[in-house]
């Protein structure tokens, strides 16, 4: 299993310098993804349920709370992504973050107001704290379209930020709690 976090050239790219990549779709329902199980390889838990100690309790209370009607890993991942969408309010300018604190307590306990990466880093959070390996993946929207051209232009403003859950079998599935953006139809 080859997992690539990061690809880039060793030339520099200039206007109009043309590439190709190649990915893997993992094409996995809902009923598939349930009934993967939690038989997690030790290497994606030592290094995907990893949370600093000085995670705030009710972080930890409040994924707990929500996950409980869960049945399955995946059932409790959606819980996750469900609750971050109605309880936190997309703001592209959200309250200043004082210092010293643990930023997803403060999104999820005080400001409920950020843009994608912090519901991204609420969502690995809480899933690690109840026990499913998660991480925090960035990247670009496709951007829009040329028809003329047959190419799509990616800008700054594509930038966005997601959750992965691991499904054994299947590898990192997104999710997408981010009220702003359509949710993932499996």
Sequence with gaps: LLEVYRVSSVDPHSAGDAYVVTSRVIDADATALRRAGSDYPDR????????????????????????????????????????????????????????????????????????????????????????????????YGQGEYNSERGTFRVRENNAHSWPEIYFPGYGWIEFEPTVSENPLIR
């Excluded at 026990?131 to 925090?136: E, Q, S, T, Y």
């Design 44 to 139: 994606i838990t030592r290094l995907y349920l990893q949370l600093p100690g000085s995670l705030p309790q009710r972080v930890r209370t409040l994924a707990a709370e929500i996950t409980a009607p869960g049945d399955t890993p995946y059932d409790r991942a959606k819980l996750l992504e469900s609750y971050l969408r109605s309880n936190i309010t997309y703001d592209l300018t959200p309250p200043d973050f004082p210092g010293g604190w643990d930023y997803v307590d403060f999104l999820l306990f005080d400001s409920r107001r950020g843009y994608c990466d912090g519901y991204a880093s609420a969502m690995v959070v809480m899933a690690r704290s109840v026990g499913i390996p998660a991480r925090l993946a960035t990247g």
